[in-house]
């Protein structure tokens, strides 16, 4: 079963430009996760989708991200424009509907390799 | 809210050697705790939860991790590491509940590195 997969997995651009990020959930998970990882820092919550759906999004910085979740299967993640301080890896994870079997209902989340933004 | 804090950046030991990782956590209210692992140029893998019941927990790789609630610790431990452990480990927590542990609240990562 192929597991959750982001793209790109490296993007460097400038300031001012736009990027989007893409993730792939495992199929069949409805929950998809974007968390943030800056400077080293700790790994930052962003958004929640349950399908196509935001469940939450308290963690989105501000009106340059947006977040979408086409049809409950994969997501974006653009970013216009970029800013200096937007650099950092964006990871991506995906869980089970809440009800099913063993650890998804305790909320294992399963975690892509992230994609890093660099912003020059 | 909750926080995490893991209180060394950076663990060096030698192969064989055991080690523990710290993390203590605040909350107001019960949580859901985590340790996950990211090898390099790979994912977040989660090593091991606890959620309730026992307070020492066995995880993946020879892992365990003792929950201590009043000390609101949570700290992770191997009796003899080995150098494929080399890693950057992650202690999380949740609020969990009804809508299950989802939303995770990270610490600053602990970067181990297995001396041979």
């Known amino acids: 079963e192929a597991g959750v997969t982001q793209f790109p997995s490296h993007s460097v651009i400038e300031k001012g430009q736009t990027v989007t990020l893409r993730c792939d959930p495992i199929s069949g998970h409805d929950n998809l996760y974007w968390y943030r990882r800056v400077m080293g820092k700790e790994i930052k919550f962003l958004l929640h989708?349950?399908?196509?759906?935001?469940?939450?999004e308290s963690g989105m910085p501000n009106n340059r991200f947006l977040a979408e979740r086409t049809g409950g299967t994969y997501s974006t993640l653009k970013v216009q424009p970029a800013e200096l301080e937007d650099s950092g890896v964006y990871f991506c994870a995906s869980s089970q509907p809440l009800g099913g079997q063993g650890l998804s209902e305790t909320g294992e989340l399963f975690f892509g390799e992230g994609s890093r933004l660099t912003v020059l | 809210a909750q926080s995490v804090t893991q209180l060394d950046s950076q663990v060096p030991v030698f192969e064989e050697a055991p080690v523990e990782l710290r993390c203590n956590y605040s909350s107001s209210v019960s949580v859901y705790l985590f340790w996950y692992v990211q090898y390099p140029n790979q994912g977040l893998q989660l090593l091991l939860k606890y959620l309730s019941g026992s307070t020492l927990v066995k995880g993946i790789n020879g892992f365990e991790a003792e929950f201590n609630k009043s000390q609101t610790s949570f700290h992770l431990r191997k009796p003899s590491v080995h150098i494929s452990d080399t890693a950057e480990y992650f202690c999380a927590v949740s609020l969990g509940g009804f809508q299950g542990a989802q939303k995770l609240v990270f610490g600053q990562g602990t970067r181990l590195t297995i001396n041979p």
């Open positions: 989708f349950v399908k196509e759906s935001k469940q939450d």
